[in-house]
């Protein structure tokens, strides 16, 4: 199995830092390491081609998140992301997005809004023809388009945070289907009321999307998921 060796990319400390913190969150993310796990600093740095510094102060980061447990003089402990805090994020996400669609309203770009048309007609024309996993893409890339036209660096930030913390749990859901082309129906009528400069609308729809998004998880075997993984 080949090493992941972050220096290849990154010389500064701080850079270095960021880049052990960023491959660490993604394969707690992801599921590499499994709940209660302990993760250790030793092995990590060998696998990354790093010290145990850049590891330490990752985790420092990963605590702060959430995503681990440090416990004194015992090590530290994967906690992820449990069916609560995906119902938190996305109970919260709905606000956020829809904060984002109505300042998208006020300023997105001609350029971002012909992007954010294309992104729901290829959408509509890979939904038509079963490709789901472009679907899902696109799905991921409406939003970070989204994200973009709100023209604040602030919101973006945590939007995108939040999107990267239940990714795995999306990809599972955008799977499915039916939800796939609702979704992308409910991203048209969000797309139509930015274009038509209706930030109210805008907002509204992109609130309800979120709460559609996480209805489906829950119809779609979220509580069977994270039962499963309580088991292991």
Not at 83 to 110: F, N, P, Q
């Amino acid at each position: 199995m080949g090493s992941y060796d972050v220096r290849q990319e990154v010389t500064d400390k701080y850079s270095l830092r960021g880049r052990v913190f960023n491959k660490l969150r993604d394969d707690i993310l992801s599921g590499k390491y499994a709940e209660h796990e302990e993760l250790k600093e030793v092995a990590i740095g060998e696998e990354m081609g790093v010290s145990r510094t850049p590891v330490r102060e990752a985790f420092r980061q990963l605590e702060l998140e959430g995503l681990i447990q440090i416990i004194p003089n015992k090590g530290a402990y994967v906690t992820g992301i449990t069916e609560k805090d995906v119902k938190d994020i996305y109970m919260i996400r709905s606000r956020l997005e829809g904060l984002c669609a109505r300042w998208a309203t006020e300023h997105i770009t001609g350029e971002q809004m012909d992007e954010m048309e294309e992104n729901v007609y290829l959408a509509e024309f890979h939904a038509k023809k079963g490709h789901l996993e472009q679907l899902a893409e696109l799905d991921n890339r409406f939003h970070d388009i989204m994200y973009e036209a709100c023209d604040s660096k602030i919101l973006e930030h945590e939007l995108k945070a939040f999107h990267e913390y239940v990714l795995r749990v999306r990809k599972k859901t955008l799977a499915n289907v039916n939800r796939g082309p609702k979704s992308n129906a409910e991203h048209k009528g969000i797309m139509e009321a930015i274009k038509a400069g209706d930030g109210e609308l805008a907002e509204q729809l992109a609130h309800q999307h979120m709460i559609n998004a996480y209805e489906n998880m829950v119809k779609n075997g979220l509580r069977e998921a994270y039962a499963k993984e309580e088991r292991k």
